[in-house]
């Protein structure tokens, strides 16, 4: 016999309903050759209220590619240009036609700065272009300004 429910659980039932509907998961993938980097990376968005459940890490493109799946979940991608087996453009270019239906945002963190590289990056649609090396506080004010961490513009 099925279970009867009161009108509050019913209500409570709906309402947990609603929220897992409305949730849309944030995964944020790291991807250097540099463990270091990975980890300080890390443990900026740990401290900064982001779950560690979400936080993945990758050292190439492959691995990288690897981690993303279709669905209802939105990325955040932090790469390096210079990667093992290709470079970052040519890893958004893939991401990008692999999964063309997945919301995935890119924030270039590397020691490459060079202009050309942050004009080639802002036209395929990199939200972030952060200079290798960072310190804790800039890598907090840049995240802010783009919106992944609180408190941006």
Known sequence: MAKK????ELEEIDQ??????????QYYILVDKQLSTRK??????????????FILEASDAYETTSKI????????VFTELKLP?????????RI?????????????V????SKQNFVKSTKMGAIGFIKKPF???????????????????
Do not use: H, W
């Not at 590397?110 to 700065?113: E, F, L, M, V, Y």
């Open 16 to 25: 947990q309903f609603k929220e897992l509907v409305e949730m849309k998961t």
């Open 110 to 113: 590397t020691s490459d700065a």
């Open 40 to 53: 300080a990376i890390a443990n900026i968005l740990k401290n900064n209220g982001i779950e560690v459940d």
């Open 69 to 76: 799946e279709n669905g209802e979940k939105e990325y955040f």
């Open 96 to 108: 990008r036609k692999k999964f063309p239906d997945v919301s995935v945002k890119f924030i270039i």
């Open 85 to 93: 087996d290709i470079d970052g453009f040519k890893l958004i270019e």
């Open 5 to 8: 429910y009161t009108l509050d």
């Open 135 to 153: 310190s804790p506080d800039e890598m907090v004010e840049n995240l802010k300004k783009i919106g992944i961490l609180d408190g941006g513009n």
